[in-house]
């Protein structure tokens, strides 16, 4: 059990700098990358917008998928950076159907990268990757993927998918911290982004992570490195090690906990905002607001049972779902169990008739069929 | 006395939503500003390149000082964005000259910014800021301050001195984390900034930092916010608030602590690379290299004292001076001293006749006149 004390983040010791080998290697295992693992100093979506802003290119032809606002803001960082952008956009909180995709994909003259957002925490959905990686590859695209919100809690697999460049944050599936971000680059990634503008002596350049890291032997980290983020990025990696299994022991409790809540919102009477099973994000799931009920009250109702963790949908969706968090320390039967009791008292509160007593049976049994990864503690 | 264990960095706490406007004007009090405060959620080196990618239009016309390798790139940044940059550039490793800043000022027939580094962590130097203040001011030119190796360390007043732009980081003088940086930024700057072609949905851009949170009550911080970068500042706002006179007494050691050093080093029977006291730093003291000394035997030679913290000077003047670190917790006697009497028997070994018996008198001597704020522990 830890203990947190604001005084103990104070003076810590500077992060070794034989150390930030290490950390990529336990990324790249992580990822199931065999590429580069460059680390970006802040948050995952400044690695992102640095990958946009070093792919990006006059004339470059780029086919982006929109599940989310992540898909828009990828659109306006390609766009500043003078690239052609084809958006293929999704129903609002769905994942993109491979048809629309296909089509979009086939409209193209010339493809030269496909972006992805693989999981959203902003509305639930799973993108069907592997079936984008295949349709990008078959064209010989570069393929872009956002896994902040899928590593973790997906299996995800840098090399057997041929993803070119892969961004991660350690935050979500992972358990570690904010403050930080990784991105595997492949060689033909960085082939492509040499042909770009160079974009140097910037925040935002990927050259730079090369040059400044990896060139000089990926010892020392350029700039003023935050040690609090980088030691509790190597504890939540040895964590992770310390698993049975790892990686995949974290994801399959991530996934015994979505199909927990699922079957528990079924239980209670309620389709879950994503039907089917394989489309759903396991770190969050998208529970539906009925008609007739306000989502504002739903959410207030929910806060009766002090565990759960339930909060509007992101980016246009906040009157159509809620979520319920079973992220990291949360994909667990308590966290879980309390979410799905929680969003169902709500909804009996105001009105909307469920079967709690169902749901929580469902939760338990959900969790006694996957002993014994998703232990019931 | 505090302890470090990774594990307790993992799974903290989210740091309270209500807690950023009070940390906002904690940093307001300890620059001694009145205008706005914002947070760039990575380390200084991002905010300083926001604030340029921010001001930057065509037709700006900067006065820009150059006497770091942080100078260039304030200047690459500017004129990135389309700036006219003037440099006056002072000689290596020194403060800028005041004629020569006044010569350039006088030649250019419109100045709208003028930026200045106040304190050189790469090679000890203090450029007088209240000199340049006016003289910028005079000119009704917008004043821009990097000020990550001054605050905590040297007198620093916004409002005072009317500093338009004021960019810190947390982890030198005032002893907290380096995953952030915060801004002051004064009406006038805000107007500049509207003035600019509108850098929106960016890392680098301060008008999402105004829109996103100040115009929305300054509550939640747009983003993933890092939890421990945000505990750590608040612990270490919170030990300077606990300290007799605040941030005067953090600036008093540090004060003390470079005095000691400098008469440590005038002890030893060596000029501080910088002669006048007045223009040299605090947090780090420039030592010469002397003649016929190789640089890297010199520093390897300071190791054989573990308390030491010497380092070559960096951006020009690696082989002219080392840097004797005495920031943070090293403002103290202990380190200060390790610091002098490392340098001066690196020398000795070295062949170069130094008096340290001397040196390790005048640092105590410092130490006692200095009573009570430079504690001899």
Redesign the interface.
Known sequence: M????????????AYPSVGYAVLADQIGVVMRSFDDIVFV??????AL?AVAASLAKPGLRVLNVVTSMYGD?FA??LRRGGADVENVVAKLGRPVELAAFQAALDAMEQVDVVVLVHGEAANGVLNPLPQIAEAAKARGALLVVDAVASIGAHPFEVQTLGIDIAVI?P?KGL??????SAISVSEAAWARIAEAPALR????SLLDLKENWLDRGADALP???????F??L???LN?IDAEEDGIETVVERHQVAARATRAGLRALGITPWIEDDASASALVTAAPIPEGIVPEELVAATKAIEDAAISPGVGGVETLLVRLNHT??RAAYRPVLANVVAYGRALASLGHEVDVDAAIEAVAKAYQDAEPAGSTE
């Open positions: 830890t203990q947190f004390s604001t005084e103990d983040l104070l003076d810590p010791p100093q802040a948050e995952a979506v400044v917008e803001y306006t960082w944050g935050q358990g570690g911290p904010a403050g930080l002596l910037s925040t935002l700039g003023t490195p935050a040690p609090l983020e030691w509790a190597d504890a939540a964590r990291g320390l």
